[in-house]
């Protein structure tokens, strides 16, 4: 049997949102900056896509940029929302994601900004009320905190940071890359300036997302060279990549609910069986599922002789899935996540995320696998 659990990476395409692109690809071959009318009805298909985006999250279309992904996105909100505004103060944790820690260490470094990082807890929780303090104490600050964690799936309250960013004037951009497609978003009532998107992490396609910007900011393009969105990112437009994004997200919309129990069900039925067959078994970051990411399940198993080769014995088993450890010392290469939470740099962990297409068999393959290959090394 061959299983893939590592969603929370990348998730397979749906097949109706393939047809959906192939379709366009078939059909639709023009430059959307160009006036003739091959042109023009591909400039009608983005806008299109634009619109269905936008009315899932209750937002304007106007507020919507697409953009290559995630990781792009986040980078113009945070440069651009920074030096837009003459931001000299940011406030972060250590466990976001690369894209968010990475940018605005360099920012710093290059004195742009003095960075403060947010304690967090043994499950990944953030210390809000720290983040008030700091607020308070310095002069407009650009706040950047995640919406749900990558790695161990603990769910920040984004509306609640929103509000305390309200009170103090800060500028909120929030990664969102998890949970879009997930969850409901409804930007008429959440306090954000900046969210981003990658539609390859609910079954669209990679090299595609978009950066919500609220109305309120304006900020400049980080790419140059075009008129394309707006004149917020030069470029010609990634037309078959838009509309799989509209795709993935309408029809997870659709089936949202449906497809939050059936994961929720995997993950639990995960954990009892994990609890149930390995003794000392651990989870990292919040389980309980009005705290925790549905589809994210991050496992801390016993120490091992076997720690090193454990992803590696579960990819012999035809079992895909990600993890590491936390970092032992400053020269180690590990999990920042993990580090973060001061997990056990001595434990193996891994982390298995789960889609639509997951099966209970699934599961009970992989526990029986890691049962065996717990068995094996005592």
Known sequence: MRVYFDNAATTPLDKEVLKEMFLVMETQFGNPSSIHSHGREAR??????????????????SQIFFTSGG??????????????????????????????????????????????????????????????????SNDRSFVSLMHANNEIGTITDIHRVGEICKMYNAIFHSDTVQTLGHYRHDLSKLNVDFMVCAAHKFHGPKGVGFLY???????????????????????????????????????????????????????????????????????????????????????????????????FNLDIAGISTSGGSACSSGTDIGSHVLTGIKANPNRPSVRFSFSKFNTIEEVDYVVATVKNLFMISV
Do not use: W
């Open 213 to 311: 910007v609220n109305q309120n900011m304006k900020i400049r393009p980080m790419i140059y060279g075009g008129s394309q969105e707006r004149n917020m990112r030069g470029g010609t437009e990634n037309v078959y990549g838009i509309v799989g994004l509209a795709k993935a997200m309408e029809l997870a919309y659709l089936n949202m609910r449906d497809h939050h129990c059936q994961i929720q069900a995997l993950k639990t039925y995960m954990i009892n069986q994990l609890t149930h067959n390995i003794p000392g078994v651990l989870f990292n970051g919040e389980t309980d599922q009005d705290k925790s990411l549905y589809t994210v399940l991050n496992v801390s198993f016993p120490e091992t002789e076997m720690a090193e080769m454990l992803l």
């Open 71 to 136: 990781t792009e996105a986040d980078n113009t909100a945070i440069r651009s929302g920074i030096a837009d505004y003459n931001i000299k103060h940011a406030i972060t944790s250590r466990i976001e994601h690369h894209a968010v820690v990475h940018t605005l260490e360099a920012l710093e470094k290059g004195g742009t900004i003095k960075l403060s990082f947010l304690d967090v807890d043994a499950r990944g929780n953030i210390n809000l009320n720290q983040l008030e303090e700091l607020l308070k």
């Open 44 to 61: 009608t298909i983005i806008e299109k896509a634009r619109k269905t985006v936008s009315g899932l999250l209750n937002t304007s279309p």
